[in-house]
């Protein structure tokens, strides 16, 4: 049981950095409206910030449906490695993501991105 506590915080640090709890979440997200949400396009990327974009879109699409499974039964193996595997990813680019945070635009884009992955996981 111990190592599942573990697991759990490295899972929670993990979702901490990506900006995915829920009042890092809601302090992002409760400032942009409605129309804002549905219209990415408001936030003009750069070349190198939108091709990040596009890594992690991917990867929330491979990220959704693992965490789900763990959530619908924490012993799922494979799903626990999946979340590992998935992690280590976000973290290959967790650097770059925290420079491009400091940009208004990317970190409305970012947060407008992460909204549908939290909506769709909580």
């Known amino acids: 049981m111990q190592g599942m506590n573990e697991y759990e915080e490295s899972r929670r640090s993990f979702l901490t950095k990506l900006g995915l709890t829920i009042g890092a979440g809601a302090l992002g997200v ?4 409605a129309k804002v949400m549905n219209d990415k396009t408001e936030f003009p ?5 939108q091709q990040l974009m596009d890594r992690y879109e991917q990867w929330m699409d491979e990220f959704i449906p693992v965490i789900k499974a763990f959530r619908a039964n924490p ?3 494979d799903a ?3 979340i590992a595997d998935l992690s280590e990813v976000a973290e290959s ?3 770059q993501l925290t420079v491009f945070m400091k ?3 990317f970190a ?4 407008t991105a992460t909204e549908r992955m939290t909506k769709e996981i909580y």
Not at 30 to 33: A, G, M, Q, V, Y
């Open 93 to 95: 680019w967790r650097e």
């Open 30 to 33: 409760e400032k942009l409206s």
């Open 45 to 49: 990327l750069s070349a190198d910030q």
């Open 80 to 82: 626990q490695k999946g």
């Open 103 to 105: 940009d208004d635009n």
């Open 108 to 111: 409305r884009y970012y947060m």
């Open 75 to 77: 012993a799922d193996l």
